[in-house]
Structures are given as structure tokens and as C-alpha cells.
């Protein structure tokens, strides 16, 4: 069954340094998001992508956070200067449409 | 701004029992409610999706209900199994029905079964 794959899956970093995720959503899907989720609380939503260009994002999504597709198979988010409350389990997932979302299996992010 | 709440925040029944796990949300203009499965440290797994159009789905032992004009879904587990051990979520995607809306999770349900 496809699945989407998420690389690293653990990351530790120090405050201020830049960090990048990576994400390889499913081939055939047209969406793909980013989310977090800091430890004990709700799955939150970030951004979604569509046709090359960030479609929604929250008011998490601040200037610190970017999202790129840099080739036909790969989607990052970065984040430029790390926080201490950066750290959390950041997923992403990826749909045909408005249906079901695919989520991948998380990167943890620690920030020292 | 829609919230999700997620009814009990955990539960602890013996195998082999029948269980409902609830989730209300504050604006019934959704598209569609999705059931997820985290298990610890891992992704989300997709387990049900029901349209706003629709009252129930179906997928083995698990039956999802939804009633949007007050707001609220049901999650019925037939003959629990301690591999049902997990979190289960509750999402809702919001009524514009586009592909890149985010959806609004609840907290979950901290679910063990007891062999």
C-alpha cells in the first residue's frame, strides 16, 4: 500500500539553528500538508500545498516556517531559526482531494 | 472558530467488549469527519471517513455515526481486542470542501483493552 515517508524521524538541534524536514508524499496525490503535534496536546494543522504553492496555513505558520517542492517527489518544511517551543512531532500527510489524508510517521523534533 | 472535543479522554475496558467513543464539534458546516488511529511515538492511520451527506461507514468491527446538525459522531468498536489499544481521533474538515483546508482535530481518546 503506498505510504507517505518522512525523513529524519528524530532530530535534536539547538535554538537558532535552522532545521529542515523532509517529506515524500504519495505519487499520485495532489495536496500535502504539514502538521505538529507538541506532546499531550491536539494535532494541529500548519500549511497545504497545491500546484506549487502554499494554498491555507495557520497562525503557526509564521515567517519562521517554509515549505518547498523542490523536484517531483519531495516536500520540506523548514524552519529558519529553532525555538524552544518548535519542539514537537511534525507530520506530514498528503490527499487526492478533499478526502482522505495519508499521514506519514512523524519527525520528532527536539530543540535544546 | 470550530473546536473539537473528544469524549472520554481515556478508557480502560476488558476484551471482548463493545464500546462508543464521541466526538462533538461547535459548527456543523463541515465537509466530511475523519477517524484516526495513533499508536504511541507513530503517524496517523485513517480508520473511517464520513461525508457531511452521510449518517454512517463501516470497516469490520468499527462503525462511525455522524449527526451534524447537533454536531456530533460516534465511534463504535464491536468486540474489543487488546490490539485495539490506542489513541483514536476525531477530525473535521471545514464546509469550503477544498483539498487544502486543514482539519481541526480533537484530543483523542486514550483507548486500553485488557486481555
Known amino acids: 500500500e503506498p505510504e507517505v515517508t518522512q525523513t529524519p524521524s528524530h532530530q535534536v538541534t539547538q535554538m537558532g539553528q535552522e532545521v529542515i524536514l523532509r517529506c515524500v508524499p504519495i505519487?499520485?496525490?495532489?495536496?500535502f500538508y504539514w502538521y505538529r503535534q507538541i506532546l499531550g496536546q491536539k494535532v494541529e494543522f500548519l500549511v497545504s500545498?497545491?500546484?506549487?504553492?502554499?494554498?491555507?496555513k495557520s497562525e503557526i505558520f509564521d515567517d519562521q516556517f517554509s515549505v518547498e517542492r523542490p523536484d517531483g517527489s519531495n516536500f520540506t518544511l523548514k524552519i529558519r531559526s529553532t525555538k524552544l517551543e518548535d519542539s514537537a512531532m511534525y507530520f506530514c500527510?498528503?490527499?487526492?482531494?478533499?478526502?482522505?489524508?495519508?499521514f506519514g510517521a512523524g519527525s520528532r523534533l527536539t530543540v535544546l | 472558530k470550530q473546536e473539537v472535543t473528544q469524549i472520554p479522554a481515556a478508557l480502560s475496558v476488558p476484551e471482548g467488549e463493545n464500546l462508543v467513543l464521541n466526538c462533538s464539534f461547535t459548527?456543523?458546516?463541515?465537509?466530511?469527519l475523519q477517524w484516526f488511529r495513533q499508536d504511541p511515538g507513530k503517524g496517523l492511520t485513517s480508520l473511517l471517513l464520513?461525508?457531511?451527506?452521510?449518517r454512517e461507514q463501516t470497516s469490520g468491527r468499527l462503525n462511525a455515526s455522524l449527526d451534524k446538525s447537533s454536531g456530533r459522531s460516534t465511534l463504535y468498536i464491536a468486540a474489543s481486542q487488546p490490539g485495539d489499544s490506542a489513541t483514536y481521533l476525531c477530525?473535521?474538515?471545514?464546509?469550503?470542501?477544498?483539498?487544502?483546508?486543514?482539519?481541526?482535530f480533537g484530543k483523542g481518546t486514550h483507548l486500553i483493552i485488557q486481555p
Open positions: 500545498f497545491y500546484n506549487n504553492e502554499i494554498s491555507e
Open positions: 477530525a473535521v474538515r471545514p464546509y469550503s470542501g477544498g483539498g487544502a483546508d486543514g482539519l481541526t
Open positions: 464520513i461525508q457531511s451527506s452521510q
Open positions: 505519487s499520485n496525490h495532489l495536496y
Open positions: 459548527d456543523s458546516a463541515i465537509y466530511n
Open positions: 500527510a498528503s490527499s487526492f482531494g478533499a478526502n482522505v489524508l495519508t
